[in-house]
C-alpha cells in the first residue's frame, strides 16, 4: 500500500525494478523538469500504487509500480477545468464482437504502455518529487510537470484528445453513436478500433491492414502487441472459429469477487431473489447505520453490477432492486445481496455466446411489470436486443412516474426500448451494416400496441408525458415495428421481475444464447 511497506517487503526487489522502470519511463517521456515552486503556487502531492498483475488463468506474472498524482489535491480553474474523457460502451463490445464473430474477422488487441503520460497539458501544474527518488541537494525543488500524469483530474481527457489526434490523422473517422470506435473503410475492406482508455481492440476483415494499423500506431505510442483478443476488462473471450462461435464469460472475476466476500463455499442458489423477495425502504435513519456495512454493502452491489453490465442480464432485475438502496441499507438487504452472490456462485461459469444462430438482424424485446414496487408504486421497464444469437444490449430500471394501468408501464416500456433500438439503428448504419426496416421489438401487451399504433387522446392517456410518445414517431418512420407475442415467450420478464426457477431458467438461457 505504501512505498515503506514495498521496501520492506520479502519481494522488494521486484517492486524496486518496477519503480525504476516507471521512472525511466516517465524521464523517456519529458514528463516533468525540476523548478522552484512559484510563489503562491501549491504542489500536487504524488504516491507510489503498487498492483501484481495477473493473467486469465489468475496467475501472476508482472509487478507494476505507478506514480500517481493526488488529484483531489488540485484546485478547479488553476489546475484543471475540464476531466470528461469518452470510454466504450460495453454495449458496444458486444455488438462489434458479435458482428466480428458473423463476419469471421479478425479480432486483435493492444495496450498503450502508459497512456496517460502520452497527454499534453494546458494548464501550469506542479506536484511534489516522488518518494524515494528525490533528487539529490534539489529535494526542495518540484516537478514541473510537461505531460500528463496518473491522477490528474484531466489525464484521461487529455490522453483521448491525443490518440483520437493520431487516429485521425491515420484516416480512420470517429462514430457519432459511440465516439471511442473508429473506421477505416479502403477497396471493400473495413478496419474497427474500439477504445477503452489504454485498450485498444482492433478488428476488421482485412489481417494484412491490421497488422499495418499497429504499425502505425507503434509510431506514434509505445505498445504491447496482445495478439488475437483473449481477455478484455476482465472479461475472458473465447473464439472458436471453426463453428464460427465466440463466448464471453466473467468467470474469473466473479471468482474473485466472490473469494473477497468471502463466499465461495456457500450453498448455491438458483434464482438471484429468493421466491417472494421484497425490499422495503428501511425504518430507522441513516445516521445510526454503521459506515462499515455501508460500505459492505455498496462494495456487494457494485461488484454485482460489473458483472451484470459484463455477461450477466440475468442479473440486471436483482441488482436494480438492490442499488436502491444503497444509501440507507439493512440487514435484510444485505441477505438479499448475499443471495444473488450466492445465485453468481452457481452460474458463475455461465457464457454469453454469439454465432450459435446465423441471424444477422437485431431483434427487440420490451416488457414492464406494473406498480410491483411496494414503496411508490412505480413499475420496472425491461429490454434486451439480440443478435446473433446472444444478447448485446439490456436494460432493467425503475420508471420515472407512476403508471395507473398496465397499459401505461408497457406503453413506457416500449418507448424506452425504441430509443436504444435507434442507438443500434444509427451505430450499424455507420459501420456500414443497415439493419431492416423496421426494426422489431416484442411486446406482451395488446393495449400498448394500440395505444401506439393509434394516437388516440382520451382520458386514461391524456396525462401520459409527451416524451413516452416518441414511439409513435419510431413507427410512423418505420424506425422500429412492434410485434405482439405471448406473455410467455417474452425473454424481457425476466428484467423485469423475480421469476420461478423454470421460467428464470428458460428465459435467461434465451438471452445468452
Known amino acids: 500500500m505504501t512505498y515503506k511497506e514495498a521496501i520492506a517487503s520479502p519481494a522488494s526487489t521486484k517492486w524496486e525494478e518496477a519503480m525504476i522502470d516507471e521512472m525511466e519511463s516517465l524521464k523517456h517521456n519529458g514528463t516533468w523538469e525540476l523548478l522552484d515552486l512559484p510563489p503562491g503556487r501549491k504542489a500536487v502531492r504524488c504516491k507510489w500504487v503498487y498492483r501484481l498483475k495477473f493473467n486469465a488463468a489468475g496467475e501472476p506474472y508482472h509487478y507494476k509500480a505507478r506514480l500517481v498524482a493526488k488529484g483531489f489535491t488540485q484546485v478547479y480553474s488553476l489546475d484543471y477545468e475540464e476531466t470528461f474523457s469518452p470510454v466504450a460502451r460495453l454495449d458496444t463490445m458486444r455488438t462489434l464482437l458479435a458482428l466480428a464473430t458473423l463476419e469471421d474477422w479478425e479480432i486483435h488487441q493492444v495496450d498503450v504502455k502508459s497512456a496517460f503520460l502520452k497527454g ?43 490518440l483520437c489526434s493520431a487516429l485521425l490523422g491515420m484516416g480512420f473517422d470517429q462514430l457519432s453513436a459511440d465516439t471511442s470506435v473508429y473506421v477505416y473503410r479502403h477497396q471493400g475492406g473495413l478496419t474497427i ?23 502505425e500506431l507503434a509510431k506514434h505510442f509505445d505498445l504491447t502487441d496482445l495478439g488475437e483478443l483473449t481477455y478484455f476488462l476482465g ?29 465461495i463455499d456457500v450453498t448455491p442458489a438458483y434464482t438471484p431473489l429468493a421466491a417472494g423477495t421484497q425490499l422495503l425502504k428501511s425504518n430507522h435513519p441513516v445516521e445510526d447505520n454503521d ?23 440475468d442479473l440486471a432485475f ?16 444485505l441477505k438479499a445481496a448475499k443471495h444473488v ?43 434486451a436486443f439480440l443478435y446473433a444469437g446472444g444478447s448485446i444490449c439490456w436494460a432493467s430500471r425503475k420508471q420515472p412516474t407512476v403508471a395507473l394501468s398496465s397499459t401505461e408501464a408497457e406503453y413506457m416500456a416500449i418507448s424506452d426500448a425504441s430509443c436504444h433500438a435507434i442507438w443500434l439503428r444509427t451505430l450499424f448504419s455507420e459501420l456500414g451494416f443497415k439493419q431492416p426496416i423496421p426494426l422489431p421489438i416484442h411486446v406482451d401487451n395488446k393495449g400498448s400496441v394500440d ?25 410512423e418512420d418505420l424506425s422500429v415495428g412492434l410485434v405482439q407475442i405471448p406473455t410467455n415467450e417474452n425473454f424481457a420478464d425476466v428484467l423485469t421481475k423475480n421469476l420461478p426457477f423454470t421460467k428464470h431458467s428458460l428465459f435467461s438461457g434465451n438471452l445468452v444464447s
Open 120 to 162: 499534453d497539458l494546458d494548464e501550469e501544474i506542479y506536484m511534489q518529487q516522488p518518494k524515494g527518488f528525490q533528487m539529490v541537494g534539489q529535494e526542495k525543488k518540484v516537478c514541473h510537470l510537461l505531460k500528463a500524469i496518473y491522477g490528474l483530474k484531466q489525464a484521461s481527457r487529455q490522453w483521448h484528445r491525443k
Open 193 to 215: 478500433l474500439m477504445v477503452y482508455v489504454d485498450d485498444i481492440t482492433v478488428m476488421g476483415n482485412d489481417a494484412a491492414h491490421i497488422i499495418l494499423v499497429k504499425q
Open 291 to 313: 459506515s462499515s456495512f455501508i460500505t459492505q454493502y455498496q462494495s456487494i452491489v457494485g461488484s454485482l453490477m460489473y458483472a451484470m453490465l459484463g455477461t450477466h442480464p
Open 341 to 383: 452472490m450466492r445465485y453468481l456462485s452457481a452460474t458463475q461459469n455461465y457464457r454469453l455466446q454469439f454465432g450459435s444462430i446465423d441471424d444477422n438482424e437485431i431483434t427487440g424485446y420490451s416488457d414492464s411489470d406494473w406498480a410491483a414496487d411496494q414503496n411508490d408504486r412505480r413499475s420496472t421497464t425491461g429490454y
Open 451 to 475: 395505444l401506439a399504433l393509434n394516437p388516440v387522446h382520451h382520458k386514461h392517456t391524456k396525462h401520459i408525458d409527451i416524451k413516452h410518445h416518441f414511439i409513435r414517431q419510431c413507427l
Open 235 to 263: 472479461i475472458c473471450v473465447t473464439r472458436d472459429r471453426k463453428h464460427h462461435t465466440l463466448e464471453l464469460d466473467q468467470s474469473k472475476y466473479i471468482r474473485d469477487i466472490l473469494i473477497r466476500f468471502q463466499m
Open 318 to 333: 436483482a441488482v436494480t432492486k438492490l442499488s436502491q438502496f444503497g444509501s440507507n441499507p439493512n440487514n435484510y438487504h
